[in-house]
C-alpha cells in the first residue's frame, strides 16, 4: 500500500490522502454506501450476466439444430445417391449427361438414355425420374434443374421490371 494509508488506532489502515483520491466516501455530504444496495447491485449484474448467457446458448442451440437438420440432408442425400450408383447401366456414365432411371417388373432399378417421350409415350419400364450426373458424380434430379431455372429467369424478370428495363 501507499502513503496515503496509515494506521489508525488499532483499526487498521485508514486513507490519509486527498478525498478525491479515497476508495470509500470521506465526506459528510457524499452519498452512503448501504450494503443492500451493493447486494442489488450485485443481484442485478448477475441477472444481466444470465440473461446474456442464456441468450447465447440459445443461439447455439439453434446452430446445433440447424447443423443436425443439414447433417441429416446430406446423409440423405448421400444415400440416394449411393442407390442411384447402385442402379444397373449398360453403358459408361459420363458427367454432364443425363440418365433416366426406370424400374422394370422385378423391381430393378435400370439406368436408360432414352426419355419416357423418347419412348413415344409408352416407356417398355416403369419411368422413375431423370437425373443429371454431377462432376463430383453425385446425381441431381433434371425436374429440380428446372424449378430452378424457372425460379432464376423469373427473379431476373422481375428485377428487369422493377428497373424499367422491360
Known amino acids: 500500500m501507499s502513503d496515503e494509508f496509515k494506521k489508525h488506532e488499532g483499526?487498521?489502515?485508514?486513507?490519509?490522502?486527498?478525498a478525491r483520491t479515497s476508495p470509500y466516501p470521506v465526506s459528510r455530504l457524499a452519498s452512503t454506501i448501504d450494503l443492500v444496495d451493493v447486494a442489488k447491485q450485485i443481484s442485478q449484474a448477475d441477472q444481466l450476466v444470465n440473461t446474456k448467457v442464456s441468450a447465447k446458448l440459445q443461439v447455439i442451440?439453434?446452430?446445433?439444430?440447424?447443423?443436425q437438420e443439414e447433417a441429416k440432408k446430406v446423409l440423405a442425400q448421400a444415400r440416394d445417391d449411393q442407390e442411384l450408383h447402385r442402379a444397373h447401366c449398360n453403358f459408361k456414365r459420363v458427367p454432364g449427361k443425363i440418365y433416366h432411371l426406370y424400374e422394370k417388373a422385378d423391381g430393378s432399378l435400370h439406368f436408360l438414355m432414352l426419355g419416357p417421350q423418347e419412348w413415344g409415350g409408352a416407356p417398355p419400364y416403369k419411368f422413375i425420374a431423370s437425373y443429371r450426373l454431377e462432376s463430383d458424380m453425385s446425381w441431381c434430379n433434371v425436374d429440380e434443374i428446372r424449378d430452378e431455372?424457372?425460379?432464376?429467369?423469373?427473379?431476373?424478370?422481375?428485377?428487369?421490371?422493377?428497373?424499367?428495363l422491360l
Open 61 to 67: 442451440a439453434d446452430q446445433i439444430s440447424a447443423l
Open 149 to 164: 431455372k424457372e425460379n432464376t429467369r423469373e427473379l431476373v424478370m422481375k428485377l428487369l421490371s422493377e428497373k424499367g
Open 11 to 18: 483499526k487498521g489502515k485508514v486513507h490519509a490522502g486527498s
